[in-house]
């Protein structure tokens, strides 16, 4: 029995180079911080943002809440945990296009902006699941990454040359400069994700090549969803205090 149950708890150990625990532990603590961050400074702010820093909040905590399962998750079977990944994009995404829109509303963005961005959003990621998790044989992951990415350049479109571009100059000042650096982040920052995901699907498909890069998935998306979350969250945070 002792040596059962030695055996069980050896196993459970994190080892010194488990990449993908650490960062999933990482990761956890910084959503969790994050989230204290900008929920405890809301209310030092005008009412006309507070909705934003909330939104802010709401995308580190339910990050936060998914890493929690999916750092055990990890531990526990040493497998991605796929499905929680891609149930915490689904809520977290829209709301980051959620964010757009707020940020621009005083400038007169419309809910079918957002509307629009939010679907784009959810087609991007709905058909990156199909090409990870359910249609993996053949060339499944190379066409539904590619709907994936489709989608992810419209977003891309709209927001650098589309109506919310158009939106942000005519509001100008600080609302302008903080709309470009959310572009910078959905243009750099989101592009690491379809690395993560061709490093995780590139078994038999046109870009194996990226697969001998050594690249962990789990680690990009991981490191990704720091940059992006928080990152997003931060430059909300910035706008509110240069409009004080
Ligand atoms: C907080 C989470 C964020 C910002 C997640 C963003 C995810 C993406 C931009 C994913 C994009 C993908 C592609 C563009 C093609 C391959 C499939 C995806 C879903 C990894």
């Known amino acids: 029995m002792e040596n059962f149950l030695s055996v ?3 196993a459970k150990k994190m080892a010194a180079t488990d990449y993908v625990g650490f960062t999933f532990f ?29 939104i802010s ?3 580190t905590f339910i990050a936060a809440v998914h890493y929690w399962y999916m750092r055990d998750y990890w ?3 040493g497998e991605s945990p796929t499905f929680f990944r891609y149930v915490d994009w689904v809520l977290t995404v829209p709301l ?23 679907f784009l959003s959810v087609v991007m990621l709905v058909t990156g699941y199909f090409g990870e998790a359910v249609y993996t044989d053949g060339s499944g992951p190379t066409i539904w990454g590619l709907i994936s990415g489709i989608a ?29 650096t959310l572009c910078w982040f959905v243009l750099v920052g989101w592009a690491i994700y379809p690395i993560g995901y061709m490093a995780g699907t590139a078994d038999g498909q046109w870009y194996s090549f990226v697969g001998d890069f050594g690249l962990n998935m ?26 004080k």
Not at 96 to 118: D, N, Q
Not at 164 to 173: E, P, T, V, Y
């Open 57 to 59: 909040g709401l995308i």
């Open 218 to 243: 789990d680690v990009i998306y991981n490191i990704g969803d720091a940059i992006n979350k928080i990152g997003f969250g931060l430059v909300v945070y910035q706008l509110a205090v240069d409009s």
């Open 96 to 118: 980051m296009c959620v964010e757009f829109y707020l940020i621009l509303r005083a400038a007169g963005a419309t809910k079918s902006l957002m509307w629009k961005l939010i």
């Open 152 to 180: 992810y350049f419209v977003i891309v479109y709209e927001i650098w040359m589309g109506g919310a571009a158009k939106l942000a100059q005519s509001a100008g000042g600080s609302v302008e400069k903080a709309h470009k």
């Open 8 to 10: 069980i708890l050896e």
């Open 26 to 54: 990482v990761g956890c603590m910084a959503m969790m911080a994050a989230s204290a961050f900008f929920f405890l400074s809301m209310n030092s702010f005008d009412s006309k943002w507070r909705t934003s820093i909330l």
């Open 75 to 77: 531990a526990n079977f």
